[in-house]
């Protein structure tokens, strides 16, 4: 009886022990595919989309939960029937409104083309399928704080602005990271961020910092909204940076071979 209770009264220490410690150490950590910055895991690569229509049902399930935890490699995505989209053309399989984007998901892989040529909805919803979401415009300043903008292109280890005057793979750039580990930032494809804001004129202004270009002047409210997109593409030289910000079409025009994104959560 003593030593049942004693058992017991360790038990109930130990519980309690692990039931503080455990939400401390989950914090604190991010899954492999993504690095904290403040309060969030941000991804470390541009998002590549993949297309889970072709997966057959027994093992589309152990790949979403592959994909929600940060794991699902590219070798896993292929060999399961995932197929890329967004790698050379428009060829999403669903609108770009994404109200019937519920079969692709954004995964922060290295070593492949980002995805582009897609929509701010359709990134939405790939990032959501995936556990995630969009950074907001703040986020990923934050996360973009220290990438190196020389502004120039070696063409091997400096960011993707100028010399390559294509996209490269995700992370090829080893130069190419921000002070928390995040890959990309400053060219290559720029970015969806989450935020809208009313059209800008067209007319671009001053730069903030670093020549990076800052075209999101004279709003023009009877235009609508566009969303914001940041950091620069491959051709964008010196206009490139963590500062660069221009405004996107929400239609289909603001699906370009220069505008991809990438998640966080
Ligand atoms: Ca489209
Ligand atoms: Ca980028
Ligand atoms: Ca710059």
Redo the contacts with the bound molecule.
């Keep these: 009886m003593k030593t049942r209770s004693k058992i017991g009264l360790l038990g109930a220490l130990f519980g309690f022990h692990l039931a503080l410690a455990t939400p401390v150490a989950a914090a604190a950590k991010c899954p492999s595919d993504a690095v904290r910055v403040g309060p969030v895991c941000v991804d470390k690569f541009?998002a590549s989309v993949w297309d889970l229509s072709t997966v057959p049902a027994n093992k589309k399930s152990n790949l979403i939960k592959k994909i929600k935890a940060g794991t699902a490699t590219e070798v896993a995505l292929l060999a399961a029937g995932a197929v890329q989209r967004g790698v050379s053309s428009d060829d999403y399989p669903c609108g770009d409104d994404g109200n019937d984007c519920d079969e692709i998901f954004a995964v922060s892989i290295s070593g492949v083309t980002?995805s582009h040529f897609i929509t701010w909805s359709q990134a939405q919803q790939a990032a959501m399928s995936s556990g995630k979401r969009l950074l907001t415009n703040a986020e990923w300043q934050g996360a973009a704080a220290g990438t190196p903008d020389p502004g120039t292109d070696n063409g091997t280890t400096d960011c993707n602005i100028s010399a390559a005057g294509a996209v490269v793979d995700t992370g090829s750039r080893s130069n190419c990271v921000s002070r928390f580990g995040v890959f990309?930032?400053?060219?290559?494809?720029?970015?969806w961020v989450a935020d809208w804001v009313p059209t800008p004129s067209g007319t671009c202004a001053t730069a903030l910092f670093d020549a990076d270009i800052n075209c999101f002047s004279g709003t023009t409210q009877a235009a609508g909204a566009v969303a914001l997109i940041?950091?620069?593409?491959f051709g964008s030289g010196t206009d490139a940076g963590v500062f660069a910000v221009i405004g996107g079409s929400l239609t289909s025009a603001g699906s370009s071979s220069i505008g991809?994104f990438?998640a966080a959560r």
């Design positions: 541009e980002p990309d930032m400053v060219g290559n494809l720029f970015e940041r950091g620069g593409f991809g990438r």
